[in-house]
């Protein structure tokens, strides 16, 4: 457990979860799904027993320093990573591996998002000993790949060697295919949802950086006299600055010839939309998803989240969403979800403040 860290990426402001989620308040500091523990603190205590809590690290944005502090005590600073900018996974993931290298360079390193639920707490341990288990001294990357229960086209879908091995050969990753095409890979059997958690050790993924994102690995490199001391953070500032905006998966798991991939079945949303928490909240007897102090009329199939010191009163829906939070109320076809991003740039037009 000593050589096993984690890394929590907890800096994205979450779009399609509005009015939720606000960029001075993004979802993963919510308690979503009214367990009293937020999505952050969720993860965190979900890898329990996988490694000691100081082995845990937390990349996030600047603004978002004092909500992990309040959500997550036990941290030292040197564990909360700041990034001046959003620059997408690559960075953030490399920021994290370069610092726990200078560190551990014997580290074997978990990566999850900090906004995703699992419902089987322990099969999902289980699952991640068995890649911490392969990574360990191999020159491998893994990833988790979740069995599909739908024609999804908001997901990633790997497909891998169907063999016996429990980590098996991944041959191609497809980013959110469209309707036709999902179909296809789910008549296949051979295609399974990307996670984005991965799994492997510190050297192979330099050497996978190296590989395929030269610019973004020197960067990093060279903060390896910086971590851990007062310079880390003016070094940071200096780094992002030239690095360039890219994916994990784009940047080196759809490259690389040493991918590999162990499926899973634990319960897994990446809870992107109001849609996907719906799939996963219990539902009342009319298939209703509802937080607030609500009265029902003739309403099915909808999600409703509204705040507790007001009343309110739904007749006549089916398949909607109604979200309120902080001054701005969502009403929107579960369907036509995907217009929210939409709806966010027309609110941004109006005033910074409604996102």
Known sequence: ????????????????????????????????????????????????GVCPIENIYIVTSQEYKGLIKQQIPELTDDQILLEPHR??????????????????????????????????EEVFKDTIKVALGATRNEDI????????????????????????????????????????????????????WNAGIFVWNVNAFKKALTRFQPDIAEIFQGGVEHYYLDSEDSFIQRAYQHCGSISIDNGIMEKAANVHV????????????????????????NLNVT?????????????????????????????????????????????DEQKVKEFVAQAKELDPKYV
């Not at 162990?262 to 007897?285: I, N, Q, R």
């Not at 909808?302 to 909607?320: C, E, R, Y």
């Open 141 to 192: 990357l893994v990833t988790l790949g979740i069995q599909p229960t739908r024609p999804d086209t908001g997901y990633g879908y790997i497909q891998y060697i169907p063999d016996k091995l429990t980590v098996k050969k991944v041959k191609s990753f497809t980013e959110k295919p469209h309707l036709e095409l999902a179909l296809q890979f789910l008549d296949s059997g051979d295609f399974v």
């Open 291 to 335: 937080d607030g102090n609500l009265i029902l009329h003739n309403t099915t199939n909808s999600i409703i989240k509204t705040p507790k010191d007001k009343l309110v009163v739904v007749n006549g829906l089916d398949g909607f969403i109604v979200a309120e939070f902080d001054g701005v109320l969502l009403i929107c076809k579960k369907d």
């Open 87 to 120: 620059r997408n996974t690559a960075p953030c993931i490399a920021y994290a591996c370069y610092k726990i290298a200078a560190r551990n360079p014997n580290a074997n390193v978990v990566v999850a998002p900090a906004d995703h639920i699992i419902l089987k």
């Open 262 to 285: 162990v499926l899973a079945s634990f319960g897994w949303s990446d809870l992107g939309t109001w849609k996907s928490m719906y799939e996963v909240s219990e539902k009342d007897e």
């Open 1 to 48: 457990m000593q050589d096993t860290y984690v890394i929590i990426m907890a800096g994205g402001v979450g779009t399609r979860f509005w009015p939720f989620s606000r960029t001075d308040f993004p979802k993963q500091f919510h308690d979503v799904l009214g367990t009293g523990r937020t999505l952050l603190q969720q993860t965190v205590d979900r890898f329990d």
